[in-house]
């Protein structure tokens, strides 16, 4: 094997999406907790300490490691303080205190050619994630070496929670036939052509249930990771019943809920609190859907 070509997993090892599901029908869970640290926000006497990422993060993993169907680590919250190797230490912790859970590398990585194939790399390789988020706008070329993967997932951006997400997803195509808005256009490549490894998702913010069901209709074989559930006000029980099809269809993001639930020294029980609370709403709400 050449250095340019990538390591596929172990054949005994399961898939991403299978590893999702397994996760979500032994936890009864469809919550991923997002780690996103900010060591502001850390309780004291860590407050303000980087050093403190990895402690904090692992904290928070064993807390809540048989309530969750997924973690989803935040590159940029590591790389800005130079903790990508507590990035990498927090990952390979997470397979000893979570073995079977997966990792989502939150990356929203998007380019082309030999510099996608790095990224690749680095989510895959460097850090062993199980999937990573991409942003699809450079194309099928920007997204295709990420799925010579083989069991590595990739979810595109697709119906995003911010505001801003109007500029661009909403946009109706008129050169495709039926003139879809872009994110439903996504769906159907990611439904369809561009799911060459039977890995790939999709993202759509829990701000908008209707849409999630639109995206469901389109694309109903695709996980959905869903940000949005918590400290930005998206409603569990709407998101649920927009795109629930089964455990492991969908990942439901809860970040800055979990993580800072207390800033006490009890930190770590609150998030668990947190997260089974949420874990619980989302199962209840499930029964409906």
Known sequence: MNDSSPRSDAPEALSFTAQLRAAAQRNQSMLCVG???EPARFPAPWQGDSARIYDFCAAIVEATADLVCAFKPQIAYFAAHGAEAHLERLIAHIRQAAPGV??????KRGDIGSTAEQYAREAF???GADAVTLSPFMGRDSVEPYLRYAGKGAFLLCRTSNPGGDDF???RLADVPGQPRLYEHLAQLAQGPWNTNGELGLVVGATYPQEIAAVRR???DVPLLIPGVGAQGGDAQA??????TGWGSVAINSSRAVLYA?????????????AQRTRDELAAAAQGA
């Open 218 to 220: 389109i694309a109903p």
């Open 125 to 127: 390789e460097r850090y």
């Open 262 to 274: 207390s800033a006490g020294a009890d930190f770590a029980a609150a998030a668990r609190a947190q």
């Open 102 to 107: 997966p990792v989502i590398l939150d990356a």
């Open 35 to 37: 780690l996103d640290p």
């Open 169 to 171: 997803q909403a946009q």
């Open 239 to 244: 998101t649920v019943r927009a795109g629930f």
